[in-house]
């Protein structure tokens, strides 16, 4: 708490040092705006040898502004796919450098065509709370590979992280090529007003908003990374003790704090009762208690416990079976909580849960659940459970979604070579591996000719050459 006032107490003076953090940056990029390969590897190298030296030290910062995460929740979750992108990305760079050649039609040649890719310029990356270090490291990856230079905007909700992030950052790398800014939604709303090459946003679909519109008045391409309600499919045939289990897997990361959380399942009507007691085993099998019980994620504050609490009561007081899988709350450790025939018109239906609730709602055809699915706001994520192919198939083109899983779930995100992104109300854009290269790197045409210059055959004053010249090139 007491970080958090300061950060308060100081906004104005953090704003005004953003401001010619960023115009430093501006003049810096103009001096070397093309940074070699060899330049770009040695900061990601350098990158990686603070993740893996700091390790200790930002497991516990990030246990601290949770009340309780488990340290190896957090180095599976954020250290190691945070390295992981780092060598993913050093092993592919040069290749991805290099200039692309493209084909040059007929009546042009002689000449050759090709795309360079050139850095942006500034890039602005503002992070969230759940995941202070993968979702910093993730952009920051792509950023630098690309050539950019960055500014990072962390979050007020996790103050021990942001400040231990912004100091080994600033002793690692100057301030023209990594800042960090810290400070209260103030300064986050003065960080998305800069006029950046680009912006990459990770939170809340309302909070995107209004950084989609605060871009607009700089022309800003934004990439936006917003969640929403993702839905987890059972068929019919799948076993649902596995099933279950992967469902419980996804859900219990970082307590349901998590963008690509399952945020409602649909079951087949038959097999409610079974889902009902495959998730309590698998949730149980994973957390045998939750007092004291380190391998628990805590809640990250009070506001968003009572944000949850007050989802239960609503859904209850409207007619929701509540099932609680665990006793009552312990500090901020909510249960996991099944909420079983939920309505639309609940508060838990109607916004992304972002915590260890569980609404279940059934179906009776597949048709029916895909029509639910798609009757709703684009999520980012979207988990079918079952082996039917036929029906995969219906599932992933019939419905859209950022992206999909097939008996699993969060597991796409980890996959370096797949992009990662929202579609509709879940995000624009998106990042990892080439794919992050390519959003924040200008693909420029370049068209190159020699001495030769055929095309003069086209130029006026125009008769009958060219209209044979065309005639026999296309129209024949």
């Known amino acids: 708490m007491v970080a958090q006032q300061e950060h308060l107490d100081c906004s104005p003076q953090q704003i005004e040092q953003m401001r010619e953090v960023f115009v430093r940056q501006q003049a810096a990029f103009r001096s070397d705006p093309m940074l070699s390969a060899e330049h770009r590897i040695t900061l990601l190298k350098t990158l990686r040898r603070m993740i893996v030296q700091e390790k200790s030290a930002l497991v516990d910062a990030i246990r601290v502004d949770f009340g309780n995460r488990s340290a190896d929740e957090t180095i599976v979750a954020e250290i190691l796919p945070s390295l992981h992108n780092i060598d993913y990305t050093v092993k592919r760079l040069r290749r991805w450098m ?222 929701a079976q509540i099932i609680p899988l665990f006793p009552a709350l312990q500090g901020r450790r909510l249960p996991h909580t099944l909420i079983l025939n939920p309505s639309d018109d609940m508060e838990v239906m109607r916004e992304e849960i972002f915590g260890p609730l569980l609404p279940v709602v059934t179906y009776e055809r597949i048709e029916e659940a895909l029509h639910y699915v798609t009757e709703r706001p684009r999520p980012l994520a979207l988990y079918y459970f079952g082996d039917d192919r036929k029906e995969q198939e219906r599932v992933l083109y019939q419905t859209h979604s950022g992206g999909v899983c097939l008996n699993d779930t969060l597991m796409h995100v980890a996959q370096d070579d797949l992009p990662f992104g929202g579609v509709g109300q879940s995000g624009m854009g998106h990042y990892h591996g080439h794919e992050g290269f390519l959003t924040f790197s200008h693909a420029k045409s370049v068209f190159s000719k020699g001495g030769i210059n055929s095309a003069r055959l086209i130029y006026p004053p125009y008769g009958k050459t060219i209209q044979k010249i065309i005639y026999w090139l296309y129209l024949r």
Not at 300 to 319: F, P, T, V
Request: hydrophobic letters at 45%.
């Open 98 to 319: 290099k200039p692309s050649r493209r084909s040059v039609g007929m009546l042009f040649q002689p000449a050759s065509a090709r795309v360079v890719y050139q850095p942006l310029g500034v890039v602005g990356v503002i992070v969230p709370w759940n995941y202070p270090l993968f979702l910093a490291i993730g952009p920051l990856v792509s950023a630098l590979a690309a050539g950019n230079r960055v500014m990072l905007k962390l979050s007020e909700a996790t103050p021990v992280t942001s400040q231990l992030l912004k100091t080994l950052l600033g002793q690692l790398f100057s301030e023209e090529m990594i800042s960090v800014s810290l400070g209260s939604a103030e300064v986050g709303v003065a960080f998305s007003q800069q006029p950046f090459d680009h912006l990459l946003f990770t939170g809340a679909t309302s909070v995107g908003r209004y950084v989609m519109r605060a871009a607009a008045e700089n022309l800003t391409p934004v990439t936006l990374e917003l969640g929403g309600k993702s839905p987890a499919i059972i068929s019919s045939t799948v076993p649902m003790a596995q099933a279950a289990e992967r469902i419980a897997f996804g859900k219990a990361m970082n307590a349901g704090q998590t963008c690509v959380a399952p945020d409602y399942v649909l079951v087949p009507r038959t097999r409610l009762d079974d889902f009902t007691t495959a998730y309590r085993e698998a949730i149980q099998h994973l957390f045998p208690k939750l007092e004291d019980n380190p391998d628990y994620t805590s809640i990250i504050n009070e506001r968003q416990i009572k944000r949850l609490a007050a989802y239960i009561l609503d859904a209850e007081q409207k007619g």
